[in-house]
């Protein structure tokens, strides 16, 4: 796993400044308190794989940094990947508004948008159908039509809203979330609906 940009920055400034709170972060960056939240827990998430102690929040909103951390960033062994590769929630809802924006859909659609491989496709094509279901939402595959997702139209257009109020409070603007709507290159958001 490697680290986004946004976490990578956050990391690097907790490092070089331990005396950081969430406040002075939220301020020097411009980003909201629950991004930060989120970024930190990606960082986390990082750190725990590469078997790296992981930041500790504490009640006053500082952080408290292991010494261990320093070593890493002075030795610049903070991975960062620019194509950042969403975690298993993310790419549950970015499947649902790609079902939602596109049409003819194949496997090779959604592993070339989500950088992940047939199987882990597959295994999150389930979560979401899960998600959807007590909203009477289906996906459906044909090898004519592809992936698609079929269902009441009203509830197709609530989906649409909360995935995007979702989506936009999880990376803090939509830009990120076009790139996922728009496969093949297309500058359209071509929904579903009439």
Request: charged share 25%.
């Given at each position: 796993?490697y680290?986004?940009k946004?976490?990578?920055?956050?990391?690097?400034?907790?490092?070089?400044?331990?005396?950081?709170?969430?406040?002075?972060?939220?301020?020097?960056?411009?980003?909201?308190?629950?991004?930060?939240?989120?970024?930190?827990?990606?960082?986390?998430?990082?750190?725990?794989?590469?078997?790296?102690?992981?930041?500790?929040?504490?009640?006053?909103?500082?952080?408290?940094?292991?010494?261990?951390?320093?070593?890493?960033?002075?030795?610049?062994?903070?991975?960062?990947?620019?194509?950042?590769?969403?975690?298993?929630?993310?790419?549950?809802?970015?499947?649902?508004?790609?079902?939602?924006?596109?049409?003819?859909?194949?496997?090779?659609?959604?592993?070339?948008?989500?950088?992940?491989?047939?199987?882990t496709?597959?295994?999150?094509?389930?979560?979401a159908?899960?998600?959807?279901?007590?909203?009477?939402l289906?996906?459906?595959?044909?090898?004519?039509?592809?992936?698609?997702?079929?269902?009441?139209?009203?509830?197709?257009?609530?989906?649409?809203?909360?995935?995007?109020?979702?989506?936009?409070?999880?990376?803090?603007?939509?830009?990120?979330?076009?790139?996922?709507?728009?496969?093949?290159?297309?500058?359209?958001?071509?929904?579903?609906?009439?």
């Amino acid at each position: 796993m490697y680290l986004d940009k946004r976490s990578k920055e956050i990391l690097e400034e907790l490092i070089s400044h331990p005396n950081l709170s969430s406040k002075d972060i939220e301020t020097k960056t411009g980003l909201s308190r629950r991004q930060i939240k989120y970024s930190v827990e990606k960082i986390n998430n990082w750190l725990k794989e590469n078997n790296y102690p992981v930041l500790q929040r504490l009640k006053n909103g500082k952080f408290l940094i292991h010494p261990v951390l320093g070593e890493l960033y002075d030795q610049d062994q903070l991975r960062v990947v620019d194509n950042y590769i969403p975690s298993e929630d993310e790419r549950v809802l970015l499947i649902l508004l790609i079902l939602l924006s596109q049409h003819d859909l194949s496997l090779v659609h959604f592993t070339q948008a989500l950088k992940v491989s047939n199987v882990t496709i597959l295994s999150d094509m389930k979560k979401a159908q899960q998600k959807i279901e007590p909203l009477r939402l289906q996906i459906v595959y044909s090898r004519t039509d592809g992936y698609q997702l079929t269902g009441d139209e009203w509830e197709l257009r609530n989906l649409l809203y909360y995935l995007l109020q979702d989506l936009s409070r999880r990376y803090g603007e939509l830009a990120m979330v076009q790139d996922f709507a728009m496969l093949d290159g297309k500058k359209t958001w071509n929904f579903i609906f009439p």
